[in-house]
């Protein structure tokens, strides 16, 4: 067997003492890289928005409604503090009797991270006042708003639940209410006074109210009680 000299031997020795410590190096490099990847938190999809507690507070207090109106305890609800996973399965074809209650932002099929409502019922009168407010992702608020016209549009009437009679509606684009405004009039001959139903879109959040308040379809307190809202959501946005 023919053996290498000592000479021979420190210079393979010297050759592969920089190859083993580039590889380790190397080595350490690429668990390093992948740990640091693997430990870089993911965006929070919800990051900005506000919660159904926080939305809570941005509805018009008991304060606001004129005397005779109370909160219906059943119709109150919120998300609290946490978010919910969003939703869309918008209907080939609208269901048009949701425009009948309180929570008709549901027609579009989108639902948001977040939600507060109440309604309000004068118990001497039966008019009713709800509002609503529903936080989206991204740029869902405008696509719901979106949706909305749409369904509007295929709803030029509907049956009324309790007296069995077409409902009329009607829809136009409304000014000076957030970012985007949508008011629904709600009419029939079978009801002493008819509902306005307004959507408006601030950001990521579309505040929706429903009124029968007044002999003018509850035209006036419906956009009153938009703004308010509107107006207290952009407060709310600044102290979160």
């Known amino acids: 067997m023919r053996h290498l000299s000592r000479a021979a031997k420190t ?27 693997a ?22 207090p008991a304060s606001f409604f004129a005397a005779g109106f109370a909160v219906d305890p059943s119709g109150a609800r919120d998300t609290g503090t946490t978010y919910t996973a969003p939703s869309s399965s918008p209907a080939a074809k609208p269901d048009c009797k949701l425009l009948g209650g309180t ?14 409502q109440n309604d309000y019922v004068n118990k001497n009168t039966s008019e009713d006042i709800a509002q609503e407010i529903d936080t989206f992702r991204g ?9 909305l016209k749409k369904a509007v549009t295929s709803c030029a009437t509907y049956t009324d639940a309790d007296t069995h ?21 709600l009419t029939n001959s079978a009801w002493e006074n008819g509902s306005t139903l307004i959507a408006a879109q601030s950001g990521t959040d579309v505040v929706t109210v429903m009124s029968t308040d007044g002999h003018d379809n509850g035209a006036a307190t419906a956009k009153k009680l938009t703004a308010r ?3 207290s959501l952009k407060a709310e946005h600044e102290h979160a």
């Open 11 to 37: 210079l393979l020795a010297a050759a592969v003492l920089p190859l083993a410590l580039a590889a380790c190096s190397s080595s350490d490099g690429g668990t390093s890289d992948a740990s640091a990847t």
């Open 39 to 60: 430990k870089k938190p993911s965006k929070d999809p919800n990051a900005g928005l506000l919660t159904g507690a926080q939305l809570k507070k941005a509805l018009a």
């Open 103 to 116: 929570s008709w932002i549901a027609i579009t099929g989108t639902s948001g991270v977040s939600f507060a």
């Open 139 to 147: 740029t869902t608020a405008a696509k719901v708003m979106a949706d």
């Open 165 to 185: 009679t077409k409902v009329k509606v009607t829809g136009a684009d409304t000014t000076g209410l957030g970012d985007a405004a949508y008011t629904i009039t």
């Open 229 to 231: 809202i509107v107006t």
